[in-house]
């Protein structure tokens, strides 16, 4: 069985095709079944006829060989990042590097579910900051007065510094 991050860099590969701005700010990567499903958001693009636009591009890839299904595409109805512009958008950093400076911040002390829901996601309006969080193992996750995350890593949007690294107690 792959973990959640070779399923991420398969369908990374295979999304990345598909993209107008060639670049991501949200995504996701989640078991469901015998699959991962990953969900790629990306940043906001200007379209000649219909103004600003965002899309997600959606992967699924097998759990046990990491076979990689045909990619999805649709227009996002709402946008994620809120009152972000493309203008704007080309100004930050995007979300699979913020994954990258997240996966180095931790790196020796990796105790999460390998196997779990992996999330980058774009937050704030003022001050743009990714939020990158990485899932408990299942032995703790059970426990009702565990946090939701093994990891959340904060990171400056525009210069990929590391803010914070929270860890629960």
């Known amino acids: 069985m792959i973990q959640t991050s070779d399923a991420l860099s398969r369908a990374w590969k295979h999304a990345a095709r598909k993209l107008s701005c060639g670049k991501v700010g ?45 990619a999805g595409r649709a227009a996002v109805p709402a946008s994620p990042y809120g009152a972000l512009t493309p203008s704007q958008a080309a100004g930050l950093l995007d979300g ?26 774009l937050v704030g309006e003022e001050q743009r900051t990714y939020e990158v969080t990485f899932p408990l193992m299942p ?15 904060v990171i400056n949007a525009k210069s990929g510094q590391v803010l914070k690294i929270l860890v629960p107690s």
């Open 26 to 70: 949200n995504f996701t990567v989640e078991p469901a079944g015998e699959v991962y499903q990953a969900a790629f958001v990306e940043m906001p693009m200007q379209d000649a006829l219909e103004g600003v636009k965002v899309y997600q591009t959606t992967v699924q890839v097998q759990r046990e060989k990491g076979k990689v299904g045909e």
């Open 96 to 121: 699979m590097k913020a994954y990258e400076l997240a996966l180095a911040a931790i790196k020796g002390h990796e105790t999460y579910d390998k196997f779990g829901p992996l999330t980058t996601q």
């Open 139 to 153: 032995e703790e996750a059970e426990d009702p007065r565990s946090a939701d995350y093994a990891y959340r890593v």
